[in-house]
């Protein structure tokens, strides 16, 4: 059964630091993985999307690596803002089944000024 | 327009009332869905409508009827809803593209969702 694991669940810091989210799958075969940003109550939006063939990938304060041997994914935030706290969900795409994704369960982020 | 709408934002509605979720895109993307959401837990897919007709339908109860009218219109009519109903119910869209056969994973675009509350 595909499955999308994420850790921690929850994350609370400070402004200004940094952080690592991070993504564990098991989803073959493997076509890419998105990091979905969500705000409460609202649609998630994508951050970046990556394909087998690449280990990073950024996106302004956030940067995603891809391990495809070990199927993990991290997602790291610079200088975090106020404006980070939200959930951030990991989705991974199975190859030909396009249309369906794997939704991780989400680290809900938390910036304290 | 990289912009995914959908009304209302809110809506509360009795166990036997009928309502109908709206959602629409002008990106001119094939592919559309629908998604329920609870509190803290990752979206669930509901449907999938590609070029207009239903690809995927999640065994979902009847009382959820979709419809898509065209390529830019999603509809989600509502009947005899139960409060486990209650959640964020979330349209997306996608190209829908095709690559050597098979569809290609295209990015899915998220509208801001509509919260519903069944009394």
């Known amino acids: 059964k595909n499955q999308v694991e994420q850790s921690p669940q929850s994350l609370i810091i400070l402004e200004g630091k940094n952080c690592t989210l991070q993504c564990n799958y098991t989803v073959s075969p493997f076509s890419n993985l998105r990091w979905y940003k969500q705000d409460t109550g609202r649609g998630p939006v994508s951050l970046t999307i990556?394909?087998?063939?690449?280990n990073t990938k950024s996106n302004g304060r956030y940067t995603a690596t891809l391990d495809a041997d070990t199927k993990q994914s991290s997602l790291h935030i610079t200088a975090s803002q106020l404006s980070d706290s939200a959930s951030y969900i990991c989705v991974v795409s199975a190859a030909g089944s396009a249309r369906q994704l794997t939704f991780g369960s989400g680290t809900q982020l938390t910036v304290l000024p | 327009d990289t912009e995914v709408t959908q009304t209302p934002k809110h809506l509360v509605m009795g166990m036997t009332n009928k309502k109908s979720l709206k959602c629409e895109q002008h990106?001119?993307?094939?592919?559309m869905y629908w998604y329920k959401q609870k509190a803290k837990k990752p979206p669930e897919l509901m449907f999938v409508?590609?070029?207009?007709?239903?690809?995927i339908n999640e065994s979902v109860p009847s009382r959820f009827s979709p419809e898509c009218p065209n390529s830019s219109l999603l509809n989600l009519h509502l009947h005899a809803l139960q409060p486990e109903d209650s959640a964020l119910y979330l349209c997306?869209?996608?190209?829908?593209?095709?690559?050597?056969?098979?569809?290609?994973?295209?990015?899915?675009?998220f509208g801001p969702g509509t919260r519903l509350t069944v009394l």
């Open positions: 990556m394909t087998f063939s690449e």
């Open positions: 990106m001119g993307h094939r592919a």
């Open positions: 997306a869209s996608s190209q829908d593209s095709w690559d050597r056969g098979r569809p290609h994973t295209d990015t899915q675009y």
């Open positions: 409508y590609s070029y207009e007709k239903l690809s």
